[in-house]
């Protein structure tokens, strides 16, 4: 196949300890600066940025580093893949920790609502491309280092020792499913905020409502209609 490169030796062998030199420093500071402030008057506490750093971004990078090693490996074609189906998964992880990267990366200059509706089809991605590992391997976080090549079904034999990436790569995407649920409820909890901040902080006579009778009125109802019309409140404008 065009794109299918064996394994080498060398592939095997321990895997190279990372060393911290001037420039990883240097790239570390400059993501973390980039990272943590953006050109809005309101900016979000520094722990908030650390918090989704320290989750989502690594966990994305380690999913991107085991699906990219394994449609590196195994090619473009069906015949080095155990099924189609775990071919076309990794295709689906691999799209959704893009567009994760991608996201984290730039949400300070995208909008909360936008933010939002992308967590929510990540967290759809991610769910449904580790279900289908989970579903299509035999391989278990329990019986990769106690089972034989023998015990495994005849297509998955081959991969026996790749049971513990596998079982990593699925583990990751269950992680970052609930990472990108856990981002929509932020998101929720400050859109909230600031609706019903814009609305307290907007002049009474902007929007104060009028019942049939051209009598202004008060109490819940007010507040309703206060809320539906307030401008701040909307999600992609």
């Known amino acids: 196949a065009l794109?299918?490169?064996?394994?080498?030796?060398?592939?095997?062998?321990?895997?190279?300890?990372?060393?911290?030199?001037?420039?990883?420093?240097?790239?570390?500071?400059a993501f973390l600066f980039i990272f943590c402030f953006s050109e809005h008057t309101k900016i979000p506490p520094l722990h908030v940025y650390l918090e989704e750093l320290t989750k989502m971004f690594p966990t994305a990078v380690a999913e991107?580093?085991?699906?990219?090693?394994?449609?590196?490996?195994?090619?473009?074609?069906?015949?080095h893949y155990p099924s189609k189906e775990f071919k076309h998964v990794l295709g689906l992880l691999l799209c959704a920790v893009l567009i994760s990267l991608i996201v984290s990366l730039t949400h300070f200059w995208l909008r909360v609502g936008l933010v939002a509706f992308t967590s929510f089809i990540l967290a759809i991605f991610?769910?449904?491309?580790?279900?289908?590992?989970?579903?299509?391997?035999?391989?278990?976080?329990?019986?990769?280092g106690h089972a034989t090549e023998r015990h495994w079904p005849d297509q998955w034999q081959p991969y026996a020792g790749e049971c513990k990436n596998i079982v990593t790569m699925q583990g990751l995407g269950w992680g970052l499913g609930m990472l990108q649920l856990s981002c929509i409820s932020q998101c929720s909890s400050d859109l909230s905020s600031t609706c019903f901040q814009s609305v307290q902080d907007r002049p009474l006579e902007d929007f104060t409502p009028f019942n049939s009778l051209g009598r202004p009125c008060s109490g819940l109802p007010a507040a309703f209609a206060a809320l539906l019309s307030n401008r701040y409140c909307v999600l992609f404008s």
Request: hydrophobic fraction near 35%.
């Open 3 to 29: 794109w299918y490169y064996p394994a080498s030796k060398e592939a095997d062998g321990p895997p190279k300890r990372f060393v911290f030199t001037f420039r990883s420093v240097v790239y570390a500071l």
């Open 64 to 79: 991107l580093g085991l699906v990219s090693y394994y449609l590196h490996k195994y090619g473009n074609t069906y015949e």
């Open 126 to 144: 991610f769910a449904t491309g580790a279900g289908v590992i989970q579903r299509t391997t035999p391989f278990k976080g329990t019986n990769c």
